[in-house]
């Protein structure tokens, strides 16, 4: 599916019909998300609720923003929008539950990146708020100073690049004749081309250049972020690491482990599919099991957040690992009591089915765990 056209509707079609099916596996897919991711949202929720006592209001109030926008745009990108790519144009068929409700495709696509954008601002505000903690108190002024001026940065920069996917957005009318003219050289245009919820356009619109300027330089920020934010940790943490202060190394050190590890999971589900679409759109390239999973990975970008987030913060963690032990525990009792019961009464029919030497070690079983049974029940009595 990367290779060009042959001049004959045949490969058209096998492309079209190879596209809808994956297009198909995507959205089955994102149907299933939210049910899977839910119980990370639960355990965030209840964590920040209740467990963010030693921490302070304005990192609990960002944490309660951060996790907001990430849930809510999850439901929102799977249930509200569904976002399928259409290619060999650039193209984007809504197909969620606001298409039933005639909103615009285009309004509906803005409001997601807004989502993306600040979530991602809100992650390395929480990021930038753990380094500060890295700095020694009788470090200069001037870095936290920087550290607050970094902060407003990127929520400018989240802001402007929403506001650059308008330089995508034209006049559809406009957009789907001037494809459809450069499709009768190729023969056939996408089939759902006049939909209403398919919007498009291609790198003959005047503004595309202003879009690709501000998208890829968006991504130098998020890759000088990545490098920067453990740099300087670790710069912290070296100049730290003497004998007199151990314990502040090692707190050092286990912050710029979880720094690492955010960011890590940040370049994964968020920066990468950002440059995966941007080259997409600049070379045209049709790859549509690349872009769909790069959707896909897109639509799991909150919850991976989520979950690093619990995984960062120690209150957290160890809360979660608590509910998880609790968890194994029930079911581990259930299991055994499961057990017991059809070893105490057996299946007269799975009798009769063996002969007499497996019968024997059987009743064997059934004796040994009747036997077990009632010493742990005697055990529990005496400890009680």
């Given at each position: 599916m990367t290779s060009d056209f042959l001049p004959d509707n045949e490969s058209y079609y096998q492309f079209y019909?190879?596209?809808?099916?994956?297009?198909?596996?995507?959205?089955?897919?994102?149907?299933?998300?939210?049910?899977?991711?839910?119980?990370?949202?639960?355990?965030?929720?209840?964590?920040?609720?209740?467990?963010?006592?030693?921490?302070?209001?304005?990192?609990?109030?960002?944490?309660?923003?951060?996790?907001?926008?990430?849930?809510f745009g999850e439901i929102y990108w799977t249930?509200?929008?569904?976002?399928?790519?259409?290619?060999?144009?650039?193209?984007?068929?809504?197909?969620?539950?606001?298409?039933?409700?005639r909103i615009s495709s285009s309004w509906q696509i803005f409001i997601m990146c807004g989502i993306l954008q600040i979530s991602t601002a809100t992650m390395i505000h929480?990021?930038?708020?753990?380094?500060?903690?890295?700095?020694?108190?009788?470090?200069?002024?001037?870095?936290?100073?920087?550290a607050d001026l970094t902060n407003g940065f990127y929520y400018f920069t989240a802001i402007f690049c929403t506001c650059a996917i308008g330089f995508m957005d034209e006049d559809q009318k406009v957009a789907k004749n001037r494809i459809l003219h450069n499709f009768q050289k190729y023969l056939v245009p996408p089939p759902n081309l006049w939909e209403d919820n398919y919007v498009t356009?291609?790198?003959?619109?005047?503004?595309?250049?202003?879009?690709?300027?501000?998208?890829?330089?968006?991504?130098?920020?998020?890759?000088?972020?990545?490098?920067v934010v453990p740099t300087v940790s670790f710069h912290f943490l070296s100049k730290n690491r003497t004998e007199k202060s151990e314990k502040l190394a090692q707190a050092h050190r286990q912050t710029l482990q979880v720094l690492v590890f955010q960011l890590a999971i940040h370049c994964i589900f968020h920066l990468l599919p950002l440059v995966c679409f941007t080259w997409s759109a600049i070379f045209r390239t049709k790859n549509i099991a690349l872009l769909s999973v790069g959707l896909l990975i897109w639509a799991l970008h909150g919850a991976a957040c989520t979950l690093?987030?619990?995984?960062?913060?120690?209150?957290?963690?160890?809360?979660?690992?608590?509910h998880l032990k609790i968890d194994l525990k029930n079911n581990h009792h259930l299991?055994?009591?499961?057990?017991?019961?059809?070893?105490?009464?057996?299946?007269?029919?799975?009798?009769?089915?063996?002969?007499?030497?497996?019968?024997?070690?059987?009743?064997?079983?059934?004796?040994?765990?009747?036997?077990?049974?009632?010493?742990?029940?005697?055990?529990?009595?005496?400890n009680a």
């Open positions: 019909k190879e596209q809808a099916e994956l297009n198909g596996y995507y959205k089955y897919s994102c149907h299933f998300i939210p049910f899977i991711t839910l119980p990370i949202y639960a355990e965030a929720c209840y964590c920040i609720l209740y467990k963010c006592k030693q921490f302070s209001p304005k990192y609990v109030t960002i944490l309660q923003i951060h996790m907001f926008l990430h849930f249930v509200l929008l569904l976002p399928v790519i259409v290619l060999p144009s650039i193209g984007i068929s809504t197909e969620g539950f606001l298409s039933v409700l929480l990021l930038i708020y753990r380094l500060k903690f890295a700095v020694p108190p009788d470090a200069s002024r001037a870095i936290k100073i920087g356009t291609d790198r003959e619109n005047p503004n595309f250049k202003y879009y690709v300027y501000i998208t890829v330089a968006e991504i130098m920020i998020l890759i000088i972020n990545i490098i690093a987030l619990i995984l960062a913060n120690k209150p957290f963690r160890l809360t979660t690992a608590t299991i055994v009591q499961f057990s017991v019961a059809n070893a105490s009464n057996p299946n007269p029919k799975l009798l009769h089915s063996v002969n007499g030497e497996s019968q024997q070690s059987f009743r064997k079983l059934i004796f040994q765990t009747e036997n077990f049974r009632f010493t742990n029940k005697t055990i529990i009595n005496l």
